[in-house]
């Protein structure tokens, strides 16, 4: 089994373990607005797996379409705007999350640079399941750069994804999507 198999495989095992574990029930909070941590900005730095790649400028980044794996890490921050937000009888909140990630760059001589920069700005609407889960999804848009600010493209960004709540305070965050698979952890912080 090759390192990008294994570490996929492994990811996979993690997420499943931690959803399926018994520590992991908890009593149901979703028809009970307001009832989850109180927070203004959510602080997650995470690690990122890209396992997707489109075409730049002309051109495909790598190989094209899924494999040739890049692996890097950044850090997000959400804002709230609206607790609760589009649906008053549940517990969901949305915000605007912001962010900068780095990735290595496996384009290998094709495009001259090691590493990748991406900035994501997105919109995060949040639904409180329990005490302990919460899931979201996002859509928004991204500039990415090969190197540090050159070769600027625009493109789309969306995931969905889910958190384990430790406290009011500190959350595991899973996240799968266009481009990314991430895995962080979130702080709360503000009230």
């Known amino acids: ?36 941590p109180v927070y203004r900005a959510e602080l997650e730095p995470h690690v990122d797996i890209l396992p997707w ?77 329990t005490d302990k889960w919460s899931v979201f999804g996002e859509g928004g848009f991204m500039l990415r750069s090969y190197g540090f600010l050159q070769d600027i493209y625009g493109d789309f960004t969306f995931a969905a994804g889910g958190r384990f709540h430790f406290s009011d305070k500190v959350a595991l965050t899973m996240r799968v999507g266009y481009p990314f698979v991430s895995v962080g952890i979130s702080f709360f912080v503000g009230h």
């Open 1 to 36: 089994m090759n390192t990008r198999m294994f570490l996929a495989a492994g990811l996979t095992a993690g997420v499943f373990a931690t959803l399926f574990s018994p520590e992991a029930r908890a009593e149901s909070v979703i028809k009970q607005p307001n009832r989850h």
């Open 53 to 129: 790649h489109r075409e730049y400028g002309g051109h495909y980044y790598g190989n094209g379409g899924l494999g040739n794996f890049e692996f890097g890490g950044g850090f997000r921050a959400s804002i709230e705007i609206a607790d609760p937000a589009f649906i008053p009888k549940i517990n969901n909140t949305v915000a605007i999350t912001f962010g900068v990630d780095f990735t290595n760059n496996n384009c290998g001589f094709n495009c001259g640079h090691g590493f990748s920069f991406w900035s994501p700005v997105a919109l995060q609407w949040n639904f409180f399941l």
